[in-house]
């Protein structure tokens, strides 16, 4: 079950946003057009031969420029998306990219573009000002339809006054996000490429999970922080792919919807007992073996404990987006071992990945530094 928690509204304020304003006039009209069929990611010609209606996955009608050669992100998901399907049409990012992360994407990704924030969240910082002085012609947003959403794209595209649609972006829904994206950036030979990895991932991993009855999968608990006590609890939009794959022992009354997860106590997750350990970005994997305290739990006592990698983006959330694809494959194959024998491997799933979405050669001991080669 999905976190149905209410999308926070974009408020961004900044200093002259009337500036802001006359830099956009020149930039494709928005705006409501005549209806067509919801959800469906369509386009049709309108009524000025450079534009075409474009229906998002919230339903929205949006005109659209025929021709994108400039899209900036919504935030920080939407700004992993179009780095896998149309880094060269990117006019800006929603964060400075880590160096970590530019030895993974390379040239793909230039290094003058301009940092924007993003549009919502919990800073909601995006700079309206940077955004019209890129040029851009249209603002893609990705990941979870909540309530509220479709009052929040409207109001964030009447202040920029630029384009702005919603992509969906659920963990079995990613073939047809990226046939949407293909359409609406104009790039369909790379968006059907990357849908039908898509496609292909998830059918083999579902397959698999459909032969494992509920009461034998594996009770996993995925920590984070310092600690090691924060988890990502059933039923968030950051659990999907642990969600899909075992018993998430991480029951709370309200899961968080944030990367950090519901904060927790050793005492708590000694209850939860769980078979295997997953650590997140920046917790204590590397020492949790030998502290004492973590000692008593039966699942480090057997050493099934497991580091996520997080290069160059964590491989189950944080943000939960397209680097599930990856970590659903990856994380069957940890919790399964024998249901993948004659299949690829872990290494395999990774290079695999690693070359078609961001085409870069992961060799063997990249795979073992980012996994704490606790799985090969």
């Given at each position: ?12 304020v900044v ?6 304003a006359?830099l ?5 009209a ?12 369509s ?40 780095i ?6 990117l ?5 400075e ?21 993003a ?13 019209a002085?890129?040029g ?23 202040q ?19 046939r ?29 999970m ?10 996993v608990l ?41 904060e ?6 000694a ?8 650590f997140?970005?920046?917790?204590i ?6 502290d ?29 987006t ?17 249901q ?24 063997q ?12």
């Amino acid at each position: 079950m999905q976190n149905k928690m209410t999308r926070r509204r974009f408020v961004g304020v900044v200093g002259g946003c009337a500036a802001a304003a006359a830099l956009v006039l020149g930039l494709a009209a928005c705006g409501a057009a005549p209806s067509a069929t919801q959800g469906s990611g369509s386009a049709e010609a309108s009524d000025a031969a450079e534009t075409v209606v474009f229906t998002d996955s919230a339903g929205r009608d949006v005109e659209v420029p025929a021709h994108v050669d400039k899209v900036v992100p919504s935030g920080h998901t939407a700004t992993q998306v179009l780095i896998t399907i149309a880094p060269e049409k990117l006019a800006g990012l929603s964060q400075e990219l880590t160096e970590e992360q530019r030895v993974y994407l390379g040239d793909r990704v230039s290094a003058d573009l301009p940092v924007l924030g993003a549009a919502f969240g919990a800073k909601g910082d995006l700079n309206k000002e940077a955004v019209a002085a890129t040029g851009a012609q249209l603002i893609v947003d990705t990941g979870e339809y909540k309530e509220g959403m479709k009052e929040d794209l409207d109001a964030l595209q009447e202040q920029l006054g630029i384009p702005v649609v919603f992509i969906e972006t659920k963990l079995d829904e990613w073939p047809a996000a990226y046939r949407m994206l293909g359409e609406l950036l104009g790039v369909k030979d790379r968006g059907e490429k990357l849908a039908a990895y898509c496609d292909t991932a998830y059918s083999e991993v579902s397959q698999v999970m459909d032969k494992i009855p509920e009461d034998q999968r594996v009770c996993v608990l995925y920590c984070l922080g310092a600690g090691g006590t924060n988890v990502i609890a059933r039923g968030s939009f950051q659990a999907n792919v642990v969600d899909m794959l075992a018993n998430n022992v991480a029951v709370v009354d309200s899961p968080s919807g944030k990367g950090n997860g519901n904060e927790s106590s050793l005492e708590q997750i000694a209850a939860w007992n769980p078979d295997a350990i997953l650590f997140g970005p920046d917790s204590i994997y590397e020492t949790v073996s030998s502290d004492p305290a973590w000692q008593t739990l039966p699942a480090v006592q057997a050493g099934a404990v497991y580091k996520v990698p997080t290069e160059p983006y964590c491989w189950l959330n944080y943000p939960p987006t397209i680097n599930q694809v990856l970590g659903m494959q990856w994380l069957a194959r940890v919790l399964y071992p024998a249901q993948f024998e004659g299949k690829d491997g872990a290494y395999d799933v990774a290079r695999s990945y690693y070359k078609t979405f961001y085409g870069y050669d992961l060799s063997q001991a990249e795979y073992d530094q980012l996994t704490g080669a606790s799985v090969r």
